[in-house]
């Protein structure tokens, strides 16, 4: 399969040399010089679960590649997603199947400006990647990799992708319900991610507090109440719980909003909390843990300097 990865961070990386591995025709797309720069200088560094690899593969940015492609995995964070479609638009085919795996709320909708429904294909990952330097990145898991077709009479297309990451060793699994995947992904993002960034600590402190509990359930149902306005249904008391296992299964592990403060990059907070609290305005409901979670996070954007 001939398949461009449309921002070649962390996972972007980690995916792209899976799928090269696997014997796929694999090109990487991106922004960012130094990262380009690396990769075509000294190939790409890859750890895979503790395993170190060297590879050359294709990278550039969109602009520079004029080929058309099988499939597209984009991996920009949310906020790059509609530039990262304006800027590959000349790679697409009426065929070219896109997939998305980004965390976040409404990419879906942006996706349908640029590319029919019948090529959309959404999905959630548990992958795990890092990037350690321009060039250098880390992958780790066994996933799966959960997709769904946007639209539920094309699922063939969406197959093959699907049989050819699990070709590939990444686990790749057709959903039945890939909506609510998405919206109980970003559950465990808008309690754990926003709030380990705020309070400085790692999954296991954030558990350990006596304020948890009500912290989550008081999230958990504001995101509820606006899955059910888009026919999802999110039993709050189910949620908090796959949130105690997934903190139990974490442990010591700090979130990636975290590490974007860290690194002093922008988060995608208005993709989690931020939909949440803005819907929940207008569709007239309180939300109340959503909407000062949002603002606080923006507020430590502003003291780190983060634009
Ligand atoms: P990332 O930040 O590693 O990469 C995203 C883009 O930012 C890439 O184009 C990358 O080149 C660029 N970038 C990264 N560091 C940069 C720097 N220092 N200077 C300039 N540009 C830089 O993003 P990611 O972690 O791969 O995440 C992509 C999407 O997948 C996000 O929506 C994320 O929430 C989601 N996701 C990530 C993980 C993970 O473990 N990383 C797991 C599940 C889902």
Request: charged residues 25%.
């Amino acid at each position: 399969m001939k398949i461009a990865i449309a921002g070649s961070g962390a996972l972007g990386c980690g995916f792209g040399y899976m799928m090269q591995k696997g014997g796929n025709d694999v090109t990487l797309l991106d922004f960012w010089e130094e990262h380009i720069k690396a990769i075509k200088e000294n190939g790409l560094s890859v750890t895979v679960n503790g395993k170190e690899d060297n590879v050359i593969i294709p990278v550039g940015k969109p602009e520079e590649i004029k080929d058309t492609f099988d499939t597209i995995f984009i991996f920009t964070k949310s906020m790059g997603l509609r530039n990262m479609l304006e800027k590959i638009k000349h790679m697409l085919t009426e065929e070219t199947k896109v997939v998305c795996l980004l965390n976040g709320l409404g990419h879906a909708d942006t996706i349908s400006e640029y590319i029919p429904k019948k090529n959309i294909i959404m999905g959630t990952t548990v992958w795990t990647g890092g990037l350690d330097a321009p060039g250098k990145t880390h992958f780790m898991g066994e996933g799966p990799v959960e997709v769904q077709n946007s639209d539920e009479n094309e699922e063939e297309g969406t197959r093959q992708v699907v049989k050819m990451m699990a070709d590939c060793g990444l686990n790749g699994i057709y959903s039945q319900n890939v909506h609510f995947t998405t919206w109980r992904k970003a559950c465990v993002n808008g309690t754990m991610n926003a709030l380990c960034s705020l309070l400085d600590c790692n999954i296991k402190q954030l558990f350990e507090t006596s304020q948890i509990d009500e912290l989550n359930h008081g999230i958990v149902s504001e995101f509820s109440r606006i899955a059910e306005t888009e026919g999802i249904k999110l039993d709050v008391e189910e949620i908090v719980n796959y949130l105690k296992a997934t903190a139990e299964k974490v442990g010591g592990h700090y979130p990636s909003m975290h590490q974007d403060l860290k690194n002093k990059r922008p988060t995608e907070i208005d993709f989690l909390n931020g939909v949440v609290a803005k819907e929940s305005e207008v569709k007239g409901f309180e939300a109340p843990y959503c909407k000062q979670i949002t603002q606080l996070i923006h507020a430590k954007e502003d003291i780190l300097g983060i634009k």
